[in-house]
């Protein structure tokens, strides 16, 4: 799967340079034979530096427009930002023509009184920028147009196309999204079928148990816990943050009692406060069944899982740590590690990606001998 992977990416990559290679190409083309070229009517030095003009301004402006403006305020529809970054940008590219007229002015044909057949193009822009100054573009129409016209024309084509293209991308990753985010759903749902039954019959075993051993009421009842939590608490879009931290705290006791204190070292560390935020229910533990699935599980020596919780203000950071087992370590770091854990761990990242798409930071670090997932969410709050 790697190599093919790989593949998938050198051809994509590829495709992107022949794109902006053909990009490039075709400004050129345009500029120099089949707009500024022919329009200029003048010498070959006036001539070819126009040319180079036109080309440095629409490449320069199609890519700060298409990759810092478009994506960051005219997608998330910030207006007023986008609208200033346009006018910023028009006003910097009507002091390049400007000054670039200026300059070109005593080098031009209209000197050349002996073969001069008709004015020159350098020579009719230069009568009416000179009167107007270097704010010119804000302050009279025809300049304003004039600089639209030689500077933006064939940009504004490049940026339609690049926008409808972002736009529908945009459109489908997010229907990929919910359709995924629809199938986990009703995969949950079709999970609640039989532990309701398994949930009702822990209640009865406590009530059996209680007076009898305690230990064993007490695995009971944090089992319950679990089970209550898993039925009804992802009812809600968010729940408390206290309750999902409380939930890990007693999936983390059981394993504690599944495991011997001897062989396993299982911590829950928390600093901060919790109260007043919410998250999406059951998001975090993946992350700790993936530990005890490929690093505890399948150890026969001395192991470890420690998780921590710190919340800052509105943040909150979750770090998961667990050791590896010798056999995972034989296998350049492990195939299921890289695999991250498999469908709990792939159906996790799709919810962040759908419901923290720019709150959130994944990382994961693995050597031989550890295993760490860190992830730092911005919560809502209650």
């Given at each position: 799967m790697a190599p093919l992977r790989s593949f998938a990416f050198t051809k994509k990559f590829f495709f992107r340079i022949i794109l902006h290679a053909l990009l490039i190409i075709f400004t050129w083309i345009i500029g120099k034979y089949l707009?500024?070229?022919p329009l200029t009517k003048d010498n070959s030095f006036v001539t070819n530096a126009l040319c180079i003009l036109f080309f440095a301004q629409t490449i320069a402006i199609y890519y700060f427009l298409s990759a810092f403006?478009?994506?960051?305020?005219?997608?998330?529809?910030?207006?007023?930002?986008?609208?200033?970054?346009?006018?910023?940008?028009?006003?910097?590219?009507y002091w390049t023509n400007y000054a670039s007229i200026i300059e070109l002015y005593p080098y031009s044909n209209k000197f050349d009184l002996v073969n001069k057949t008709q004015e020159t193009w350098v020579k009719n822009v230069?009568?009416?920028?000179?009167?107007?100054?270097?704010?010119?573009?804000?302050?009279?129409?025809?300049?304003?147009?004039?600089?639209?016209?030689?500077?933006?024309?064939?940009?504004?084509?490049?940026?339609?196309?690049?926008?409808?293209?972002?736009?529908?991308?945009?459109q489908t990753k997010n229907l990929i999204l919910e359709r995924d985010n629809l199938a986990l759903e009703l995969d949950f749902l079709?999970?609640?079928?039989?532990?309701?039954?398994?949930?009702?019959?822990?209640?009865?075993?406590?009530?059996?148990?209680?007076?009898?051993?305690?230990?064993?009421s007490d695995l009971v009842l944090k089992l319950s816990d679990l089970m209550r939590y898993s039925l009804y608490g992802v009812n809600e879009e968010k729940v408390p943050l206290t309750e999902e931290l409380e939930y890990i705290r007693n999936y983390l006791e059981l394993e504690k009692y599944r495991h011997?204190?001897?062989?396993?070292?299982?911590?829950?560390?928390?600093?901060?406060?919790?109260?007043?935020?919410?998250?999406?229910?059951?998001?975090?533990?993946?992350?700790?069944?993936?530990?005890?699935?490929?690093?505890?599980?399948?150890?026969?020596?001395?192991?470890?899982?420690?998780?921590?919780?710190?919340?800052?203000e509105d943040v909150l950071y979750f770090t998961v740590q667990n050791s590896l087992p010798d056999r995972v370590k034989s296998?350049?770091?492990?195939?299921?590690?890289?695999?991250?854990?498999?469908?709990?761990?792939?159906n996790t990242r799709k919810r962040l990606n759908l419901l923290y798409s720019d709150r959130h930071d994944l990382n994961v670090r693995h050597t031989d001998d550890e295993y760490e997932v860190m992830i730092g969410i911005r919560l809502d709050k209650a």
């Open positions: 707009a500024v070229g403006v478009f994506p960051r305020f005219l997608y998330k529809k910030k207006i007023i930002p986008f609208l200033f970054w346009l006018l910023v940008s028009f006003l910097i590219i230069y009568g009416y920028i000179n009167n107007n100054g270097w704010f010119g573009c804000f302050t009279d129409q025809k300049i304003a147009f004039w600089n639209y016209s030689f500077s933006f024309g064939i940009v504004t084509f490049y940026l339609c196309v690049k926008a409808f293209a972002d736009i529908l991308f945009i079709k999970s609640q079928i039989n532990p309701h039954f398994l949930f009702n019959t822990l209640n009865s075993i406590y009530t059996r148990t209680v007076d009898i051993d305690e230990q064993a011997p204190n001897n062989l396993v070292d299982i911590s829950f560390a928390m600093d901060g406060e919790a109260s007043g935020l919410k998250i999406a229910p059951l998001l975090l533990i993946s992350f700790v069944e993936n530990a005890f699935k490929h690093g505890v599980n399948l150890s026969r020596k001395s192991s470890y899982v420690y998780v921590s919780a710190v919340i800052e296998f350049t770091v492990g195939a299921a590690v890289k695999k991250s854990g498999g469908i709990g761990l792939v």
